[in-house]
């Protein structure tokens, strides 16, 4: 690969660094967005559809639509690790495209069920599907920004989950009119509609995405090898020593299956090494507990918010509506948060700051009188949940080096955040309704939970700093060379590296 530290001048630099920025926003971002979209639609629209006769229609009683909710995320969970594995053998757009055509059809077979079996198959089915796409993104991302670009992309991309919900009820209320059109009810016209949209879209993911920097059609060579250099840069390592360097690339070379035409930098093996260094590591811990104590709120308030509208006196087309404001104040708060972070660098203390506001919601709903207040409420919890999960994605991308442990840490993580999934499915039981105090209480604990770990990681990444500009981490470098030479790793020594710096 060239190098450009000699090449253009600063200005030059900068308008190719637009240029190719742009051309990356342009042709990715809308892409992955509306994945993402379709996604949390497919998911989460069965709320709409409950309240558009689902249950009833299905005959559904006692904890069954609860239970047909957390099957969803046991294989959801289970197949997260496997996916990012995957990505990168069969190729991002490739697997990517995959999984949205499964899930796609997966959502169309919901609008066929007749019996609470059927619900529970389909579920698991869809939890196989899509459990690859979150942790799959964030992965293809971070590939593709620099470590301070990549939030705003993230949160962009993040946003179409709470936009979702606002769309969701937009479009719900459109689609409830079909009911009885060939002789169809309305809340399968939901599955049947979004489905073959979400189809459609998976043939737009595999023709137009790009695999990666190094495929990416819509820039020139010049511009390839430069986004190639400075995602290199980024890092900002020195060497570990030019004739060390020097031989650990060339052996990577000889054990890289990739054709020696497409080696611009070095390839990592797969390794089991780095999955365990990524699911054990304390970032993808600390984060991880995080994220299993506010995404419960994020779960919880997707598939019931529907529900406790109708519990405020607002039915049919109406109750659809209703559910929109709230997500529209949050699509706000999680792009504006994203810009913020990535201007200062800073991941941590806004989810530090946001999440009080999740707790003020909780607190406003606990103890409203009036059903006014209680609304009011949701649009903070919206707003303050919506926004800190992109931090969250963001943070351990930052603070994760090589392409392995960077996968396994993102999807442990994202692991974690949908096993709440389980909780949230329970905690909002109908006896409980219209004001559900049992379970904002329990949100309200979890979210607590959240905010001690979210403080608990900024203090390990403010003393792991500290210690390494003190050059008490000098000896990785050591141990690397050892684990390399010893033949236990072909990795790069990545966020070993005690010039590496986390991202607070």
Request: aromatic share 12%.
């Amino acid at each position: 690969m060239p190098e450009f530290a000699d090449g253009p001048d600063d200005s030059t630099r900068s308008a190719l660094e637009k240029t190719i920025l742009r051309k990356l926003d342009l042709h990715i971002l809308p892409i992955v967005t509306l994945i993402y979209l379709a996604s949390f639609l497919d998911r989460t629209n069965i709320g709409n559809a409950r309240i558009a006769g689902l249950e009833k229609d299905l005959n559904l009683h006692g904890t069954q639509f609860d239970t047909a909710l957390a099957v969803f995320f046991i294989t959801y969970i289970l197949c997260e690790i496997p996916s990012n594995v995957f990505l990168r053998k069969f190729r991002a757009h490739r697997w990517l495209g995959f999984l949205v055509a499964a899930w796609g059809i997966t959502t169309t077979l919901m609008g066929l069920i007749r019996t609470f079996t059927d619900l529970v198959a389909v579920r698991l089915l869809l939890g196989l599907c899509e459990g690859g796409l979150v942790p799959g993104v964030v992965l293809y991302l971070s590939s593709m920004y620099k470590r301070h670009e990549l939030q705003r992309r993230i949160g962009l991309f993040f946003a179409a989950s709470s936009f979702s919900g606002a769309f969701g009820g937009l479009l719900a209320s459109a689609i409830i009119q079909m009911n009885g059109v060939g002789n169809i009810a309305g809340w399968r016209w939901f599955f049947i509609l979004e489905g073959i949209a979400t189809v459609i879209l998976s043939i737009v993911t595999i023709t137009a995405l790009p695999s990666d920097i190094r495929t990416a059609k819509f820039l020139t060579k010049d511009e390839r090898d430069y986004a190639l250099w400075r995602l290199k840069q980024d890092c900002e390592l020195p060497c570990i020593d030019d004739d060390y360097q020097a031989a650990t690339q060339k052996e990577a070379h000889e054990h890289s299956s990739v054709k020696s035409e497409d080696l611009d930098q070095e390839q990592e093996v797969f390794e089991w090494r780095e999955l365990r260094r990524g699911i054990f590591d304390a970032h993808t811990l600390l984060t991880g507990l995080a994220s299993f104590g506010f995404t419960t709120s994020l779960y919880s308030f997707s598939y019931f918010f529907p529900t406790i509208v109708t519990g405020l006196g607002y039915s049919g087309v109406q109750a659809q509506l209703h559910t929109v404001p709230p997500y529209a104040v949050a699509v706000f708060m999680t792009v504006a948060v994203a810009f913020l972070s990535d201007r200062t660098r800073l991941r941590d203390p806004f989810v530090i700051v946001l999440l009080p506001l999740t707790m003020m919601g909780y607190i406003i709903a606990i103890v409203a009188t009036t059903n006014r207040v209680r609304y009011i409420g949701s649009c903070f919890i919206a707003s303050g949940t919506y926004a800190s999960v992109p931090c969250i994605f963001t943070g351990l991308a930052n603070n994760t080096s090589g392409h392995y442990k960077r996968a396994a840490a993102i999807a442990v993580n994202i692991g974690f955040a949908n096993a709440s999934g389980f909780v949230a499915t329970f905690i909002y039981t109908p006896d409980q309704g219209p004001r559900y105090k049992k379970g904002h209480t329990i949100a309200l604990g979890l979210m607590v939970f959240g905010w001690v770990m979210i403080v608990a990681h900024l203090l390990y990444c403010l003393y792991e700093n500290k210690a390494r500009r003190e050059g008490r981490r000098d000896s990785n470098i050591a141990k690397y060379k050892a684990l390399r030479d010893a033949g236990l790793t072909r990795a790069p020594i990545g966020d070993r590296h005690p010039k590496f710096m986390f991202t607070p």
